[in-house]
């Protein structure tokens, strides 16, 4: 660590002293990367006039199955209609019950709402901010079709306890790769340990290709399953199940879900660069963290360095906040300190989606109940509560600059804001 112990007892610019973080940071933050590269890429299909094709979005996913390690790959409009597709490629139907972590972004489980069946929330692992698979048993009944598992801004979940959970009930497992394109979970890339994969490539994500999303198997049915719902141009020649080839030519799902080819054509110069980036994104972050190793309140949320398992690019960079170490300073306090010197942040991650009265009160289709108890044989919303780490995620929980370089003098002067919030703890109390 290259951070002058003199400069972390300094007065905290929150009370007039200077400021750690005084570097403009350049591109170090700027995201996506786009090049002569991608312009020339999506230029080119403007000419031709491709956009609604599908020629220049099969190579993008003939070189994403590829990369991914699966054998299918299915592109579409966003990750939101590729959670959609998922959850109908391996069954979810009418009164089924789908249990999804309920720190995540809202489409990891509403599109089960869209199908017929509802959600089933359950609670995360404070440490990695994925579904913790103890709480996960205790949700499980008859009627779980699907559990959707988030690899929590990049965190790898725990797929062996996951996996070992969902088998003896024939359970099907989406992994949503939306926070952690490329991380690995004790040797094994994130996407190919459960039954299918979905993911957002959306602009602000690790993998951003303008809009868009991924499905990836390697199961021949799920991927015709989800060619059949939303993807009816491509029946003729992706269909070779009697079953779905008999309603050929219009999309189960009465939805559209074929990606823009401007956007292909952009994925397919990212997916070349990709390794390369989120490797530098790598060195970055873990630079950052070894720095502050050791600092009192706070804690890497990464993987253990012999685990076999490492974060796929961290988007929505994460830091954990352990109170106690700093005498039970509440972390807003902590993030006011840091936000003054620079380091711009607040408590908290996702909101806690099973609070939500959308979640608990919204009669979406005209049911005169709510929808999520509708679809139910039984009232499966989670009270105020029951989901205790979730609830708690603004005490423990808090965002760090996701660096997309590794700067180790742009990085030195977070690592600087962050040790004299913590020399400080007594002040600001
Ligand atoms: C962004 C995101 C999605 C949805 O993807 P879009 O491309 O925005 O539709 C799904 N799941 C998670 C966890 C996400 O972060």
Known sequence: MTVAASRVTEKLALFGGPKAVATDPGDTFAWPIVTDEDERAVVEVLRHGDMSGTNVTRQFEAEFAAWQGLPFALAHCNGTAAVQAAMFAVGVGRGDEVICPSMTYWASGLPALTLGATVVWADIQPETLCLDPGDLKKRITERTKAIVVVHYSGYPADMDEIMAVAAPGGIKVI???????????????LGTIAHVAAMSMMSGKAMPIGEGGMLATADREIYERAVAWGHYERHGDSLTLAELKRFAGLPMGAVKHRLNQLASAMGRVQLRHYDRRSAEIGKAMDYFWDCLEGTPGVRAHRPPRDSGSRMGAWYNARGLYVA?????????????????????????ANFPLHLHPLLTEADIYGDGQPTVVAQAARDVRAPAGSLPVSEAIDKFCFGVPWFKHHRPEIIDE????????????????
């Open 324 to 348: 106690d170490e700093l005498a039970g300073l509440p972390l807003g306090r902590f993030c006011e300190a840091l936000a003054a010197e620079g380091f711009a942040t607040k408590p908290g």
């Open 175 to 189: 992994e949503d790769v939306s926070h952690a394109h490329g991380g690995i979970y004790k040797g094994r890339k």
């Open 414 to 429: 977070y690592v600087l804001a962050v040790k004299k919030a913590a020399a400080h703890a007594d002040e600001l109390r």
